[in-house]
Structure formats: C-alpha cells, structure tokens
C-alpha cells in the first residue's frame, strides 16, 4: 500500500540514502538526506530533543512516587527516542516505535484521569486498557500504508480529545471546590496556546508541504522552515503542561493527603510541588 507522501512530487524528496527505500506510511515535508546520508530527515530527527528534556523534566520534578507516572514518563522517553529513529531511517518498524508509545502514553493519562474524576476503579479498569493496548499494538503493526496511517491518527485523536474532556471536567469541579486558580489557568491557557500551534503547523507541513518546501515549483518560499520540526517542539511544550495538569488533578481530587500547588522552576518552568500537613498544623513542602 502506497504511503501518505507531504512531499508534493519534488524529486528533492526522491534523495537515496542509508536507509533507503522508505518503507514508512508517511513521508514528511522536511527534504530526504539532506543534511546526512545517514539520517533521513535531520530536523525532524534532532528537534525531538524537545520531548527528551519534557519527560526528564516531568520525571525529576514529579512530586510524588507513584508508578503510574513513572510509567508514564517512561513512555515519553520512548516517544521521543521512537521519534529520532523513525525520522532518521523513514522504515516502518522504526515509525512503530514512534507511534506506539505515544498510544500507551495517551491510555495512560486516560487511566490517571479516570481516577482522579471517579476514584479507584479496581482492576477491571487497568485489565481493559491493558486489551485496549494489545488490540491497538497488533492493528497498527499489521497495517501500512493509508490505512495504517489514518487508523493511528484517528484513534490518538479521539484519546486525545477524551483527556482534554476529562481534564476540563476536573477543572469546572475543582475551580467550584476551591476556586479560581491563576496558575492552573496559566497552565491551561499555555497548553492549550502550544496544541493549537502545533498542530496549525502540522496541518500545513502536511497538506501545503508543495507551498513551503521551498524547493518545488510551487513553493512560496526559498527555504524549508521544517514545520514538523517545530510540531515537535510545539507539541512537547503542550505535553509537559497537559502532564502538569494531569499531576495537579492527580492530587487536587484526594480527600487525604498532600495539597498540589504551581511552582516556578527558573521562573518560567511550570512544577507542581505537594503541601504536607506539619504536626505543629502549618503548612511545609
């Protein structure tokens, strides 16, 4: 089955390399083996540094120690590693490990949410996600070209929009639980800012590539402005916000325990840190 090509015909995005043939469902608008014969898609490649430094940030700011968010971390590293050797081979197996956990990583926060919003669910909860996981990983691994495609942009669409469901739901009930919260709605509004922006510029890089590529006859620029390369930082700047807000909801929602509240690491650097009861009834993180 053919792939989904951004490249709008240019003979620019035809470049043989180490890795080739291309075996990848999509090719992106960024042009082949450009920068190295060894990295198909170099941008792309190295701008995944954004998702690296999201997850080790998440990871070594987290407040608590639960496993559910270390797993979690633990699958954004594997997005972003995923990422770099699918952009730089363009080979199918490779694109698996790119997209697959970015399915896991969704599943998870759709499990932390759920709790949060309705309590502990038991184990029937963890024992569908985990089908859920299973069935996903067998289609989208058996499956190319168009379908394999669409299929996974498809369903990490619609988890996607059942976090963002999920997570405004909690916000309307906490906000009339505690009221407002200005650095929880900053948050929001630079999560929501940095998703609306990246996926803009997705959109473009791979329904316009032909207009921006900046070598076909059509294009209206001299030079490629590597729109998914900034999809990537973009989309990592909304992932570590939404994750922030995933974490503050993790706890705003428990009767017992710990109070989240925002911090400021370097004074722009969203963290959510944990107020504890002291015996004395003050206030200590």
Partial sequence: MAPVVAAGGSSAFDKLG???PNTASVDWCENNYVVSYYVAEYWNTVSNLACLTAAYLGFYFFPGNERRFKLLYATFIFVGLGS????GTLRHKMQL???LPMLYSATIIMFILIEAKHGPQGQWLPLL???????TTYIFSTASGHLQFYTFQSTYTILQFGMINLLRVLHVQQRALRGPQPDVSTLIRRAFASALFAVTIWLIDLKLCEFVNGVGSKSVLKFNPQLHAWWHVFSACALYHATMLVVYYHYDTQTQGPRPFVGWWMGCVPIIRLWHQHPKGKLVY
């Fill in 84 to 87: 770099m050797f699918f952009h």
């Fill in 97 to 99: 490990l790119d997209e």
């Fill in 129 to 135: 996600l985990t089908a859920w996981i299973a069935t």
């Fill in 18 to 20: 180490f890795w080739s």
